[in-house]
């Protein structure tokens, strides 16, 4: 499995860590606010740059994004992703809570922010599991932003349950599909608090959540 910093290595064509140390480290300060996801603009890609050549400050940065998403996933089961709507992209404000992955498209979602592509801005995240595999938010040129959820059939359905996936808006429910696996897409228009959940229910019985993921999407 990939460290997320080794993604930012591959959305750059490098295909292994730096064999040696560069020189010019970023300061502690530095490297622990991207770590954070606190850095922007210069100080974000003089850090980006710097790891790319700096085999010390890849094993640094690997470890602690790692220790950080292990510390997060410890105190509290919720997934939850934050992001910023810009004019024209996101900015992706809880980095050192996930690991990022490939998007469908190919392209890369960069530790620190976002990767750019023709077709706009993705982020492509790991999901909570349970059947929620993997969430892509997409910004697209337009301004236009969607939430695609991609996952597998749930395997603890009990005799009689089926699953099925609801997507809800604040505290209202948008909409409910049955759930078996395929990839879903829900459009989003507004800056606010999404939540997916993934439930299972039998006939006349109560509904059970196998998992569920948040998307806060701020305002510039």
Not at 22 to 41: I, K, N, Q, R
Not at 118 to 123: F, P, Y
Not at 194 to 216: C, H, I, K, Q, Y
């Amino acid at each position: 499995m990939n460290d997320p910093i080794d993604l930012v290595f591959r959305a750059r064509g490098l295909s292994r860590r730096p064999a040696s140390s560069g020189a010019d480290c970023p300061s502690d300060e530095l490297l622990a606010g991207f770590v954070d996801a606190a850095l922007t603009g210069a100080d974000r890609l003089r850090v980006e740059r710097h790891a790319l050549g700096c085999a010390d400050c890849h094993t640094v940065l690997a470890v602690a994004l790692d220790l950080a998403a292990e510390r997060v996933r410890g105190s509290s089961p919720v997934f939850r992703v934050v992001a910023r709507l810009l004019e024209r992209g996101l900015q992706f404000l809880n980095a050192a809570e996930h690991r990022l992955l490939p998007s469908a498209g190919g392209h890369v979602a960069a530790l620190g922010g976002v990767r750019g592509a023709a077709d706009g801005d993705v982020l492509a995240l790991a999901g909570p599991g349970g059947g929620l595999d993997e969430l892509l938010v997409q910004r697209e040129p337009a301004g236009a932003v969607r939430l695609v959820v991609r996952g597998s059939a749930p395997t603890d359905l009990r005799p009689g349950e089926a699953a099925s996936l609801v997507f809800e808006d604040g505290d209202a429910v948008r909409c409910k599909r049955p759930f078996t696996g395929e990839p879903q897409t829900f459009e989003v228009l507004d800056p606010g608090t999404f939540r997916v959940r993934l439930l299972a229910r039998a006939p006349g019985g109560p509904s059970r959540e196998l998992a569920a993921a948040t998307v806060d999407l701020l305002a510039s």
